[in-house]
């Protein structure tokens, strides 16, 4: 079964959103990454759902996130990042439920 990540972003400005989503097209989803999903929910938060294959790559995707969050451009932007993660129980795409 897979298993997410899903991550409450709040930064420290409304263009922190913006200058993050930029980098994050311009560097592309983590490996093993079969769903990235990101939503704006306030001003300057947002939340993003990740699914991957395995807890294997789920732990992965924490490292380098961690990694990348600890870089002094990142802290410069985001004020609080709160993870977790979980079982995917249910997954629909395109409005079709995906058996695992």
């Known amino acids: 079964m897979s298993v997410a990540n899903i991550v409450m972003c709040?930064?420290?400005?409304?263009?922190?959103?913006?200058?993050?989503?930029?980098?994050?097209?311009?560097?592309?989803?983590?490996?093993?990454n079969t769903?990235?999903?990101w939503v704006q929910t306030g001003e300057k938060t947002a939340i993003s759902i990740n699914v991957y294959p395995t807890e294997e790559a789920r732990?992965?995707?924490?490292?380098?996130?961690?990694?990348?969050?600890?870089t002094k451009g990142f802290r410069e932007t985001l004020h609080d990042i709160v993870p977790i993660s979980?079982?995917?129980m249910v997954t629909y795409l395109n409005g079709k439920l995906v058996e695992e």
């Open 86 to 88: 979980g079982t995917v």
């Open 35 to 37: 769903i990235s999903l």
């Open 59 to 70: 732990a992965n995707a924490d490292k380098i996130r961690d990694e990348n969050t600890a």
């Open 10 to 32: 709040e930064f420290k400005d409304a263009s922190g959103i913006k200058e993050f989503c930029d980098w994050y097209k311009e560097h592309g989803s983590f490996p093993d």
